[in-house]
């Protein structure tokens, strides 16, 4: 007797032996009670980290936008210099010396070509060319005295670089000053050394002073927060903009932050805790810093988490109430589509989950009866699919197999025995008996990519001898295209295409090339023609027609639009395009380019098969 009762108390506290009113009761109180709770706790844990992390995020966004808009002011700065550098005039100073340009309209002329510089970048304040003797041209900039000019550190500095442009940062005790007398805290100089290109040797130094305005125009607008600013520095860890309120970097703080990887940095300056996010720019060598005290974060962490406890007070309670309701708003439908799903696991693909439930269950239930309806649907549309498959490759057969081409060839081949006493008739002969093996292929869809390339190349063979000089074309196929195989019979509606409404429109003789290579995973076959082309509207109608699903084709595309000169342009390649993707997917297909007068492009693009399957696909 007792074994029987601990049998049955065994089977009572199974939960798969419960009710599925019961088993929801529960369920809803642990889901509703224990996440919260855990959810306070983990989160408390781990927001400070999160908003850190977005704020830090968010902050190298900003400071990565600021250095682009400094790298946007430099590149243009040194584009100036190149242009500067390449000036005939400035080249002729550098190489025969100042004495070249000794008149003054060759002064002035030099001087109006700097002076455009200054007027089209509001930015730059000055622009000076230093030979290596020590002599100058400028606009807007001239020496102090009659020290020399090579001799200043900016000069030595430009030749280190050997031709690369340089930022020099702010002029600090030099021989040059501009006309309007600008500080040494609102200029910042770019130089550049002019290099002889065959020898290597110094011909001179371009310096440029850059307006501080630039830059701070750039940074000042972005704001951190309630209180975080931005600061620029150069690499020695001196000020090139920073705002009136800015705390101080320095060298130390500035090799600090050199010497971590992570971009962040916390320090305590003035008694209080900042926090550093910084970017180097690979361009100028400059450094935005990013600034903000650590305060503002932890009062928002605070907030947050008062707004969590609060939402999960309610939640529990919410959750304890609306238990029982649930549970048995719930488990009542669940059983009826047990129900219906049984019966339809028995074959009855007609039962439909009645009701008008608007929650979940209702939602699950009209979900159910919708995949109903898509499996009815899917199973009429494979065996319509199938269907359609079958009467492309009969089309497609019926398609590349045209009375006038079989008269055209027996008239040329009756022509050839005449004149020739049957020899070219023979080869001619020989070639359209291999066109029609190759495209038969024992009813294989599949062949190797050598026969679609020998078939076209016998179909080709065949027009030749008919067109003559008029026609000449080209087969190239890369060796790793080897061994592959393809779709018979796609590309002899493209050549013909090419022939009858490309080559054979034009005046002359035309050219037909078709080369195979793999590009980007995907077997590309490329027919190119010299031909007359199509208009821009042709090209339009005959791209939807071959969007379109091949039986909405011919309703949408108007008889006029499919025709070039008396003649349907599109049905061959429409039959290709779909063949391809019954068989292989709406990724592969055909597009074309084409302009009048300048010939046609027609690309395949057709997955990898392998002699024995597919590759990649």
């Known amino acids: 007797m007792m074994p029987n009762i601990t049998v049955m108390l065994r089977e009572r506290l199974q939960l798969n032996n419960w009710p599925i009113r019961n088993k929801l009761i529960v369920h809803f109180l642990l889901i509703s009670i224990l996440p919260s709770l855990c959810i306070t706790f983990l989160f408390s844990l781990t927001v400070s980290n999160m908003l850190e992390k977005q704020a830090n995020q968010q902050t190298l966004q900003l400071i990565g936008n600021v250095n682009k808009s400094l790298d946007a002011h430099t590149a243009n700065i040194q584009n100036v210099s190149y242009f500067v550098a390449m000036n005939p005039e400035v080249q002729t100073f550098l190489s025969e010396g100042h004495l070249s340009i000794t008149r003054d309209e060759d002064r002035y002329r030099v001087f109006k070509f700097l002076q455009g510089f200054t007027t089209l970048y509001s930015e730059i304040a000055g622009i000076m060319v230093v030979s290596a003797d020590g002599h100058y041209l400028s606009n807007e900039m001239y020496a102090r005295g009659s020290s020399n000019l090579t001799e200043e550190y900016w000069y030595r500095e430009a030749v280190a670089a050997r031709g690369i442009f340089k930022m020099i940062g702010r002029p600090v005790n030099r021989n040059v000053i501009t006309h309007a007398n600008y500080k040494e805290n609102e200029l910042i100089s770019v130089v550049r050394a002019i290099q002889d290109p065959e020898t290597g040797a110094n011909k001179g130094v371009v310096i440029i002073d850059l307006k501080l305005r630039a830059i701070a125009e750039t940074v000042r607008d972005v704001k951190l927060g309630k209180r975080g600013y931005l600061v620029v520095i150069d690499e020695q860890g001196n000020s090139i903009y920073a705002p009136g309120h800015a705390v101080t970097i320095g060298k130390p703080l500035s090799e600090a932050m050199s010497a971590n990887a992570t971009n962040m940095l916390a320090r305590e300056v003035n008694g209080e805790k900042l926090q550093f996010i910084y970017q180097k720019s690979s361009f100028t060598n400059w450094t935005t810093v990013g600034v903000f005290p650590l305060q503002d974060m932890l009062q928002e962490i605070k907030d947050i988490n008062l707004y969590l406890v609060l939402f999960v007070f309610v939640v529990c309670m919410l959750g304890i109430t609306a238990s029982y309701f649930l549970s048995n708003s719930i488990s009542r439908p669940i059983t009826q589509l047990a129900s219906v799903v049984r019966k339809v696991e028995e074959g009855n693909m007609s039962l439909r989950m009645s009701g008008e439930r608007s929650d979940e269950i209702g939602l699950l239930g009209r979900s159910f009866n919708k995949m109903?309806?898509?499996?009815?649907?899917?199973?009429?549309?494979?065996?319509?699919?199938?269907?359609?498959?079958?009467?492309?490759?009969?089309?497609?057969?019926?398609?590349?197999?045209?009375?006038?081409?079989?008269?055209?060839?027996?008239?040329?081949?009756?022509?050839?025995?005449?004149?020739?006493?049957?020899?070219?008739?023979?080869?001619?002969?020989?070639?359209?008996?291999?066109?029609?093996?190759?495209?038969?292929?024992?009813?294989?869809?599949?062949?190797?990519?050598?026969?679609?390339?020998?078939?076209?190349?016998?179909?080709?063979?065949?027009?030749?001898?008919?067109?003559?000089?008029?026609?000449?074309?080209?087969?190239?196929?890369?060796?790793?295209?080897?061994?592959?195989?393809?779709?018979?019979?796609?590309?002899?509606?493209?050549?013909?295409?090419?022939?009858?409404?490309?080559?054979?429109?034009?005046?002359?003789?035309?050219?037909?090339?078709?080369?195979?290579?793999?590009?980007?995973?995907?077997?590309?076959?490329?027919?190119?023609?010299?031909?007359?082309?199509?208009?821009?509207?042709?090209?339009?109608?005959?791209?939807?027609?071959?969007?379109?699903?091949?039986?909405?084709?011919?309703?949408?595309?108007?008889?006029?639009?499919?025709?070039?000169?008396?003649?349907?342009?599109?049905?061959?390649?429409?039959?290709?395009?779909?063949?391809?993707?019954?068989?292989?997917?709406?990724?592969?297909?055909?597009?074309?380019?084409?302009?009048?007068?300048?010939?046609?492009?027609?690309?395949?693009?057709?997955?990898?098969?392998?002699?024995?399957?597919?590759?990649?696909?």
């Open 372 to 617: 109903l309806i898509q499996i009815n649907r899917l199973l009429s549309q494979v065996e319509l699919e199938q269907r359609k498959k079958r009467e492309a490759e009969l089309r497609s057969l019926q398609a590349h197999i045209q009375p006038h081409f079989l008269y055209n060839t027996l008239d040329t081949i009756q022509w050839l025995a005449r004149k020739d006493g049957a020899r070219e008739a023979t080869e001619m002969v020989e070639a359209l008996s291999k066109l029609f093996r190759l495209g038969l292929s024992k009813g294989q869809e599949l062949i190797p990519l050598e026969d679609e390339l020998d078939h076209i190349g016998n179909y080709l063979k065949i027009q030749k001898t008919r067109y003559k000089d008029k026609l000449n074309y080209s087969i190239h196929m890369d060796d790793n295209c080897r061994n592959l195989t393809v779709l018979k019979l796609i590309l002899q509606p493209v050549v013909e295409n090419a022939i009858y409404h490309g080559i054979k429109e034009r005046r002359g003789p035309g050219f037909i090339g078709i080369r195979v290579t793999i590009l980007g995973g995907y077997l590309m076959l490329v027919i190119e023609d010299d031909g007359a082309g199509m208009t821009e509207e042709k090209l339009q109608h005959l791209r939807q027609s071959l969007i379109l699903p091949l039986d909405d084709r011919e309703e949408s595309i108007g008889s006029e639009e499919l025709t070039l000169n008396g003649s349907r342009i599109g049905y061959g390649l429409r039959n290709v395009q779909e063949r391809m993707q019954l068989g292989f997917g709406m990724a592969y297909g055909i597009s074309v380019d084409s302009a009048a007068g300048s010939g046609t492009t027609v690309t395949l693009r057709h997955p990898v098969l392998k002699a024995r399957g597919r590759d990649g696909t």
